[in-house]
């Protein structure tokens, strides 16, 4: 499969690698927002967070604090940012699941630029029952 982050995981693609086990490999993002932006990626290619079962995501999430202590120490970040992106229109380029670990520093200029909207009348508790009923269909 032509997948980016497959081709490192079976070594046939270089990367600045910070941890590997069965499940889980982390390596330095190539173009970093703040230096030490990592990712953390399962080792079995799923497109999108919707596609790993739940189980399997958390033995892929469980590393996440670990590495984000690491990155916080290494980088002296004064905080951080966990981000993850499904489908080109949510910003994701590499259609492989992964997981950005960015540290931030006080005033580094850089922004998610949220813009965020206002709910009016009921479509707030609409919305809610909408996606309670999805659940049930979706399954837990
Ligand atoms: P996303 O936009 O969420 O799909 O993020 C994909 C990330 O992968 C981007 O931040 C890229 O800079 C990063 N990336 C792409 N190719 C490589 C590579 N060969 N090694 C490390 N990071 C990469
Ligand atoms: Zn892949």
Redesign the pocket.
């Known amino acids: 499969m032509d997948c980016?982050f497959c081709r490192?995981i079976n070594r046939e693609?270089p990367?600045a690698r910070i941890f590997e086990d069965s499940d889980v490999i982390s390596?330095?993002?190539?173009?970093p927002v703040n230096f030490g932006h990592t990712?953390v990626v399962p080792k079995r290619h799923y497109e999108l967070l919707l596609d790993i079962p739940g189980v399997e995501l958390g033995r892929v999430t469980k590393i996440l604090p670990s590495i984000a202590r690491a990155v916080m120490a290494a980088t002296k970040a004064d905080g951080l940012n966990v981000f993850q992106?499904n489908g080109p229109c949510a910003?994701?380029?590499?259609p492989h699941l992964?997981f950005?670990i960015i540290p931030r520093h006080t005033h580094d200029d850089f922004s998610f630029g949220w813009r965020q909207k206002k709910y009016r009348g009921d479509e707030m508790a609409r919305m809610q029952t909408d996606i309670i009923s999805a659940l049930k269909n979706v399954g837990v």
């Open positions: 980016i490192i693609l990367a390596f330095l993002d190539i173009n990712l992106t910003g994701q380029t590499v992964h950005h």
